[in-house]
């Protein structure tokens, strides 16, 4: 099948899809796009109405949203599988990742920080406030979850990484991010595994600063 993702380095949506196509070993095209100021109107025009990357380009078709673009992956690709084999371990990875899916990141992307600027005038440190919340509110969910497993797995649910674990990376990466300043030691069984993943070369070769578009490689 032949690939092309769009995306832009920092992305952690489009961090989630380039992780889970390198753990299947896929070869892609990767084709940036800039966020100043929103994508691109070609891009809307042409590729997602939703205006969010990443896509994916998949023997011509386009296919949006992240979790459809890695379930999509996990289907119809060999390789490691992305999801633990047992049941409910299974189903406890998905909803790890749907935490931050449907709960963390669609509440503080910088559409919303737009939004909350343009339209309500908060100023930059309001809308690191909010972002701060909410991040601080899902992350001590997801440790929560993690603390309350019947096992202690090397990674979220399983001996190697599936969904949680290729959705917590990115969330991480972000609120590490210069301005932030949350204090991520409040969350240890999320930074254990993170640790753990990123010494992964998977993981490594999704990282923003790994991407042809990242700043300081230009
Ligand atoms: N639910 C979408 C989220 C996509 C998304 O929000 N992407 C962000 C970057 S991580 C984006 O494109 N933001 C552009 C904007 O907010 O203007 C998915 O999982 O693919």
Redesign the pocket.
């Known amino acids: 099948m032949n690939l092309k993702l769009y995306s832009r380095y920092r992305?952690?949506?489009?961090q989630r899809v380039r992780t889970a196509l390198n753990i299947k070993g896929l070869e892609y095209e990767y084709i940036p796009v800039s966020?100043a100021g929103?994508?691109p109107d070609s891009y809307r025009e042409e590729i997602n109405p939703q205006?969010?990357?990443?896509s994916l380009v998949i023997d011509g078709e386009i296919v949006?949203?992240?979790?459809a673009l890695i379930e999509f992956i996990e289907e119809n690709f060999a390789g490691p599988s992305l999801l633990p084999d047992e049941p409910i371990a299974r189903a406890r990875s998905r909803a790890f990742s749907q935490v931050i899916?449907c709960e963390i990141?669609?509440v503080i992307?910088?559409?919303i920080q737009r939004h909350l600027a343009a339209t309500f005038d908060a100023a930059k440190e309001d809308t690191l406030a909010w972002y701060r919340h909410w991040l601080h509110h899902g992350f001590t969910t997801l440790e929560e979850l993690l603390r309350r497993r019947p096992t202690a797995t090397p990674f979220c649910y399983d001996e190697k990484p599936t969904f949680g674990d290729i959705y917590l990376v990115p969330q991480l990466y972000n609120a590490r991010r210069a301005g932030v300043e949350l204090d991520l030691s409040d969350y240890p069984l999320l930074n254990e595994i993170d640790g753990r993943c990123r010494a992964l070369p998977e993981f490594d070769r999704a990282m923003p600063e790994n991407q042809p578009d990242f700043p300081a490689r230009r």
């Not at 949006?64 to 979790?67: L, V, Y």
Request: glycine share 14%; aromatic share 0%.
């Open positions: 992305n952690s949506a489009g966020l929103g994508a205006a969010l990357i990443p949006t949203q992240s979790t899916a990141h669609p992307g910088p559409k």
